[in-house]
């Protein structure tokens, strides 16, 4: 019997078979949890995730733009209709604007910075909020984010302060939910990994490169080592982790040299 036997999880994020809540989603999946998605509302990605997600037969399938409220809360009433509750709610959700990663950082725009920190950090709050009546106790709320919100990355710019913004935003729902009912929240910090997300990212190439060549492992990481961190960090093995960014890169952030 797999350890998620009976367990139900909500993936936001997944949009093809390279999207690290792809990678995810195969970890819970195979432990035997219930899977419901959210896709974003526009035909080609709507198309796509039913393409990637079409094996597994899920009862929940949602639109959500998580720059919309009503959406948002739509999902959750949506999940609890078809589940009962949640054991796991999987944040996986990023955008900035392409023109972001191209041109210096003192040049963001007021709209620019707004839209990445409203996709990338604040839909987390959003969620969480739409999530808590719906989860269960001990249940995990797991985000993805990246060690540029610490350290200076070319280009990564101003999806960089939106990643510092989420991990702090971790902190505090770690706080409340954690008080209000148990509930864990977490982050993975990947490694840099080929995705629909980071073709958006100028020089996405070497920073590949710089954590083969700098991280304690010389390798970069695969899509399967986030599923497995996931997999642990919403198992009952971690129901005392909360709070907590969780580096999956290969050692890279110890360096500093
Ligand atoms: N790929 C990497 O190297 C890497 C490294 C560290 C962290 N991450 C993070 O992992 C997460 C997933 O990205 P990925 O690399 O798997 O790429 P991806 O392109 O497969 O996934 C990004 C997802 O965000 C969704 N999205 C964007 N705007 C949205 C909106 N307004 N409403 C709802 N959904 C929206 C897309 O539809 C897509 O499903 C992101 O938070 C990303 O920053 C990625």
Not at 97 to 116: G, L, M, V, Y
Not at 140 to 168: D, F, H
Not at 169 to 187: D, F, M, T
Request: with cysteine; glycine share 8%; proline share 4%.
């Amino acid at each position: 019997m797999g350890q998620l036997e009976g367990k139900t999880a909500l993936i936001m994020g997944v949009l093809n078979e390279h999207s690290l809540a792809w990678a995810i989603t195969e970890a819970l999946v195979a432990e035997g949890c219930a899977c419901g998605f959210t896709y974003m509302p526009e035909e080609r990605m709507e198309r796509r995730v039913r393409k990637t997600i079409e094996g597994l037969n899920s009862r929940l399938i949602v639109p959500c733009d998580v720059q919309n409220d009503a959406q948002l809360q739509q999902v959750f009433s949506r999940a609890q209709e078809t589940y009962g509750s949640l054991d796991i709610v999987i944040h996986s959700i990023a955008f900035a604007p392409r023109q972001t990663f191209e041109e210096p950082f003192h040049k963001t725009s007021r709209a620019d910075f707004q839209t990445a920190l409203d996709v990338s950090a604040y839909s987390l709050v959003a969620v969480a909020r739409e999530a808590l009546p719906v989860l269960n106790e001990y249940g995990s709320l797991l985000t993805l984010t990246y060690g540029a919100s610490q350290r200076w990355i070319p280009n990564y710019n101003v999806m960089a302060v939106a990643k510092a913004a989420l991990e702090c935003s971790v902190r505090y729902l770690a706080v409340e939910l954690g008080e209000a009912k148990k509930i864990r929240v977490n982050a993975i910090s990947a490694g840099p990994v080929k995705t629909m997300a980071a073709a958006g990212i100028k020089g996405f190439g070497s920073m590949v490169e710089r954590n083969v060549v700098k991280s304690p492992l010389h390798e970069t990481i695969e899509p399967e080592d986030v599923g497995a961190a996931a997999l642990f960090l919403c198992s009952s093995g971690a129901k005392r982790i909360t709070g907590q960014v969780y580096y999956v890169d290969s050692g890279y952030s110890v360096m500093g040299w």
